[in-house]
């Protein structure tokens, strides 16, 4: 398992922003969505797979509409990371509440190969943080390392 890296952020900061992302947005609590990695430009994800996730019951395959959310929700991750770091000059209580007019305004994701793993790495990388809108690119990866899916989307900061 990945070792967790927040080194860019203060305590504060971090520890706000995961009982924000893991426990009070219920969705990804449900998903099981955990952060394993936080920088201003990108974050890491981890989903165990359990038996409540399963798309295909014959094949044991992550639903599809999971791998979705869960990309969407990482990508949104990172938006507020780099939104916490663009506003560093703040502090980091202040910062957390510039999430409530995040929103996502468009997601493609493309599935590359069936989800069947014990559990799968996510990553969301901002590839530009605008005044008003926010662009992200996402992996959606297999225990194993394999590219299963991969995305891209468009968010409201503003």
Known sequence: MTTETFAEFEPDFITGLKAIFEERI?????LGLKILAL????????????PELIGHYTHNRLHGGV????????????????????????EPLQRLHRFGKLGTIDLRV?????????????TAEVMRL?????????EFRGDKGALLSTGSAAYIVS
């Open 26 to 30: 219920v969705f990804n609590k449900v």
């Open 39 to 50: 920088t201003p430009t990108g974050v890491t994800g981890r989903i165990d797979m359990r």
């Open 67 to 90: 791998i979705s959310a869960a990309l969407d929700a990482m990508a949104g991750l990172a938006v507020m990371a780099a939104l916490g770091a663009r506003h560093m000059d703040e």
């Open 110 to 122: 493309d599935y590359l190969r069936p989800a069947i793993g014990q559990h799968f790495l996510l």
């Open 130 to 138: 605008g005044s008003r809108v926010a662009s992200v690119r996402m």
